[in-house]
């Protein structure tokens, strides 16, 4: 299979280092749990903002307050967080775009500002917003572009072409200029062209932002291929927490500039105090089920009832106590739903400042 | 440095190979850019048609003057064009784009949408200064021969550290392209004319402020064996590559500071 011998690949060009890949890639001999390392990251921006007819008031503003995380190699992890909370700002602290205003950041060894163009060949960047193609030229011409600016191998160059274009559907579009794709299209064909020179680290950006249902869905199966078959350590900032659910290990929420919660998505239901919800059909229509211990109901419509229990519980021993005392006829469970989780812990945050 | 002019030359390449799958689009639009260029000078023939001089200058010599000034430009315009769009990539946040790229952003600032129709004002500039140059009463010493070519590349450095100038003021104000373009454009405007028809001032200014005068001005007084009329000892009219020199480096360090300074917009 395709994927098999990808892996294969992809280990070569590590364990060989520099010689496979143009000579100008080092192998990061570092400690592989530290692959990514922010420690105490600032971002300040001065920002004028007019006060009266000539004056300027000039105040700042702490995009990014004190980030401290590290990511291992091979990790995927979600990074998510209202509008305006910091996260664009991250990334383009370790893209190398922006210089932080304090603070340590290393990315695969490598300190994003100073040595931006040495970085640009070890990391693969989407941004869901704006294209890093070649807005008139076509798709082929674009990746042709990558190929000879990213010094790829030819072979590489190839063999990533084909899975991609395979994997990613992009056959009947390379001909066609950027800018006379579909934002689904565009957003593969995005994905295609950050993942040719064998990133180490990919960067996406909302990369499923304004996306069909089906193009979500064919964008993420593929992230995960890339993070299951090639190891690739993957950063994604999103809106769509279904993104998250469905990809990442882990979770980081950032808000106001600071990192509020870093673990795995069921930890941050028992810091979001989350609750699940039992649904039990009865026999019959009856009064709400309350000699439960653990659960309340929360809904009832007709014979059918809604048991709101904290997630953290086990749904055995409710199921068990309501079939016990109740005409049990069937039943299913729901999981949060995340959305709510960050909401409240948004709105708790807020409350307390 | 090895690594801008790789990638300027791959950006480039891959522009003229997008522009020749348009072959009849390439040549209308190169003809259109010849001609375009050459109405400004078609307006100084008219004048000549009523005048015997302007400024105490041949019509001869003014083709002398329009011609290198052209000819510069359109070589600066040529390499380093796109420069100006810089306001926009920055406000519309494309300008990210480049900064993740292997290669240096300056490159592929200045390669981007490689336009080689521009050829046609060069092409208008260079008939006209031959023109001019064979109808003039150069003095034709071997020194002289060689300032021909010195001057359109002092010229072209001048003009072209113009636009970067212009374009890192734009990390500060994306809609500063219009001041560039007054410097540029307009200069080239005022360096078609003698410059003995302008106030003393504007041509001081010129001289000191924004050496536009070293284009075509000053080294072309020198081919022709006249007092410039700012009164400058004669070896003023060599020094257009010190003075290219100068504002290269001082383009460099604009833009240099204009990327750190660089913010990005927001998402």
Redesign the interface.
């Known amino acids: 299979m395709v994927r098999d011998t990808m892996r294969g690949g992809e280990r070569t060009a590590h364990d060989s280092g520099p010689a496979a890949l143009g000579g100008e890639r080092v192998a990061y001999d570092g400690d592989p749990a530290r692959f990514i390392e922010l420690d105490g990251v600032e971002k300040v921006?001065d920002v004028r903002r007019k006060a009266g007819l000539l004056r300027r008031e000039k105040h700042q503003v702490r995009a990014v307050d004190g980030i401290s995380f590290t990511v291992p190699r091979g990790q995927m992890v979600g990074y998510i967080g209202p509008?305006?909370a910091g996260k664009?700002t991250t990334i383009?602290m370790l893209?190398?775009?922006?210089?932080p205003s304090g603070g340590r950041l290393r990315v695969a060894g490598i300190d994003p500002s100073r040595e931006?163009?040495?970085l640009?060949?070890r990391?693969g960047?989407v941004?869901g917003?704006?294209?890093?193609l070649?807005w008139?030229?076509p798709l082929r011409?674009s990746y042709?572009?990558v190929h000879?600016?990213?010094k790829i191998p030819d072979a590489r160059y190839r063999e990533n072409l084909e899975r991609c274009v395979e994997l990613l559907d992009l056959g009947d579009l390379l001909d066609v200029p950027v800018r006379q794709l579909s934002l689904g299209q565009r957003m593969r064909g995005d994905i295609a062209a950050a993942l040719l020179h064998d990133p180490e680290v990919l960067y996406l950006?909302?990369p499923t932002i304004g996306l069909d249902v089906v193009s979500k869905a064919k964008v993420r199966d593929f992230l995960r291929d890339v993070n299951a078959d090639l190891g690739m350590t993957v950063l994604l900032t999103t809106h769509d927490l279904t993104d998250i659910e469905q990809l990442c290990e882990r979770v980081m929420v950032i808000d106001h500039g600071r990192l509020v919660y870093d673990g795995g998505l069921s930890g941050l239901h028992a810091v979001g105090e989350s609750e699940r919800t039992l649904v039990v059909d009865l026999e019959r229509e009856l009064p709400p089920i309350d000699d439960v211990p653990g659960a309340r109901t929360v809904r009832v419509e007709g014979p059918r009832q809604w048991l709101a229990f904290a997630a953290t519980a086990s749904a055995a021993p409710l199921v068990a106590a309501v079939a016990e005392r109740y005409p049990l006829v069937d039943l299913s469970v729901r999981e949060p739903d995340i959305e709510a989780v960050i909401a409240k812990m948004y709105a708790e945050r807020s409350a307390e400042r | 440095m090895v690594d801008g002019i790789r990638a300027y030359g791959l950006i480039v390449a891959m522009w003229i190979r997008s522009t020749m799958a348009y072959r009849a689009s390439f040549l209308m639009t190169t003809a259109g850019n010849f001609l375009g260029s050459g109405l400004d000078f078609v307006a100084i023939l008219l004048m000549f048609s009523h005048i015997e001089s302007l400024g105490g200058f041949t019509l001869a010599e003014v083709a002398l003057l329009y011609g290198a000034t052209s000819t510069s430009l359109g070589l600066a315009d040529l390499f380093l064009g796109s420069m100006d769009r810089i306001g926009q990539r920055v406000r519309d946040g494309t300008f990210d784009v480049l900064m993740v790229r292997p290669a240096p952003v300056f490159a592929q600032v200045a390669a981007d949408r490689f336009a080689l129709r521009r050829l046609g004002r060069i092409s208008q500039g260079a008939v006209v200064l031959v023109l001019g140059l064979a109808g003039a009463d150069v003095v034709w010493t071997p020194l002289n021969v060689l300032l021909i070519p010195v001057m359109l590349v002092s010229g072209a450095v001048i003009f072209g550290s113009v636009f970067v100038v212009g374009a890192a003021f734009q990390f500060w104000a994306t809609e500063a392209a219009e001041v560039q373009n007054s410097f540029t454009y307009g200069g080239n405007t005022l360096l078609q004319y003698p410059p003995t028809v302008f106030a003393k001032d504007l041509v001081r200014g010129v001289t000191f402020v924004v050496p536009l005068a070293f284009v075509n001005w000053l080294p072309a007084l020198r081919l022709l064996g006249r007092e410039d009329p700012l009164h400058l000892p004669g070896w003023v009219g060599l020094c257009g590559p010190l003075v290219a020199a100068a504002m290269a480096a001082l383009a460099g360090l604009a833009w240099r500071t204009g990327i750190r300074s660089y913010r990005s917009t927001g998402s």
């Open positions: 921006f509008n305006g664009s383009k893209t190398g775009i922006l210089v931006r163009t040495r640009a060949r990391i960047v941004f917003q704006r294209t890093t070649w008139d030229l011409d042709c572009l000879r600016m990213y950006d909302e």
